[in-house]
């Protein structure tokens, strides 16, 4: 018997097993990928955090470098997988949980590969990304364009010469509609189509040219619709002042 068992090694997993070390309990980390880094692996090429550095550190484990910068993704997935191994606990990596019954005071956790744990603790951070939501829009089932959520989305080039049309307005919205809208790349049309009045604190940060790797002065145009039927084209923006309707 494991004293605990936590499925899933993204940051909440790490950051679980950190926790239970800390209070004399050793868990075994069950994770479905070959390496302990989250979801973040499968994230878009472009990928830049939102939050400094020092804010993505987990307790003990301090993320490198520079503490104020952004990291990327793959920064991000090192950092887990560095943390991952600092810890005194056992990692089982390719282990997707298949199920987790209760039997009496124990749980019983079965694995893809047949392995078989008990424990009277499971923690669960298998996080949302494996199961992407995507609103049943009216009229989506009869649209011939291609439809694809944020999480299938990995780099601009097989839009070349489209429009675009980006539903939502939060980090990953916003960080795909300026890449989408840069010069240079073909996709020059892209639209943000705001589900909401106000894009959210990160994303207008990041439009307002807060974000250091994402100057919006260099988007050539990049329409924005919000349900109070603001519309700009903002032709081109000048840094710091990115489409103001939208602040
Ligand atoms: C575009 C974008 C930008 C972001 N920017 C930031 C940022 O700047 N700062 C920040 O703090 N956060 C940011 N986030 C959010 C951050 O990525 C997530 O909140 C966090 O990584 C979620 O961690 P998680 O462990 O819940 O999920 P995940 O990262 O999805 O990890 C879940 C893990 O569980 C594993 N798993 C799933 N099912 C099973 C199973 N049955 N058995 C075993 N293992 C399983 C998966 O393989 C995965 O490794 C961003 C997210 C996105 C999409």
């Given at each position: 018997m494991e004293p605990v068992i936590v499925i899933g090694a993204g940051q909440p997993g790490v950051a679980a097993a950190a926790a239970l070390l800390r209070e004399g309990l050793r868990p075994v980390v069950l994770e479905?990928?070959?390496?302990?880094?989250?979801s973040w692996p499968r994230y878009y090429d472009s990928l830049v955090l939102f939050t400094p550095a020092h804010f993505n550190a987990l307790p003990g484990l301090p993320f490198p470098g520079e503490p104020h910068r952004y990291p990327t993704r793959d920064e991000a997935a090192d950092y887990l997988r560095t943390s991952a191994a600092r810890l005194d606990c056992e990692f089982r990596t390719g282990h997707r949980v298949t199920s987790v019954n209760q039997e009496g005071g124990e749980y019983r956790v079965l694995t893809e590969g047949g392995s078989e744990l008990t424990a009277p603790m499971v923690v669960a951070a298998t996080g949302s990304f494996a199961r992407p939501h995507c609103p049943d829009l009216p009229g989506l089932a009869a649209y011939t364009g291609r439809v694809l959520h944020a999480a299938e989305?990995?780099?601009?080039?097989?839009?070349?010469?489209r429009r675009v049309v980006v539903v939502g307005a939060g980090n990953s919205a916003v960080q795909i509609a300026v890449e989408l809208a840069?010069?240079?790349?073909?996709?020059h049309d892209a639209l943000g189509h705001h589900a909401r009045r106000r894009p959210g604190r990160p994303a207008r940060r990041a439009e307002a040219g807060e974000h250091p790797t994402e100057p919006?002065?260099?988007?050539?145009a990049l329409g924005l619709r919000t349900s109070a039927g603001t519309r700009r084209r903002c032709a081109p923006p000048t840094a710091r002042t990115w489409c103001p309707a939208c602040r």
């Open positions: 479905a990928d070959p390496h302990p880094t989250g989305y990995r780099s601009p080039a097989p839009f070349a010469g840069r010069p240079g790349v073909p996709a919006p002065h260099d988007v050539p």
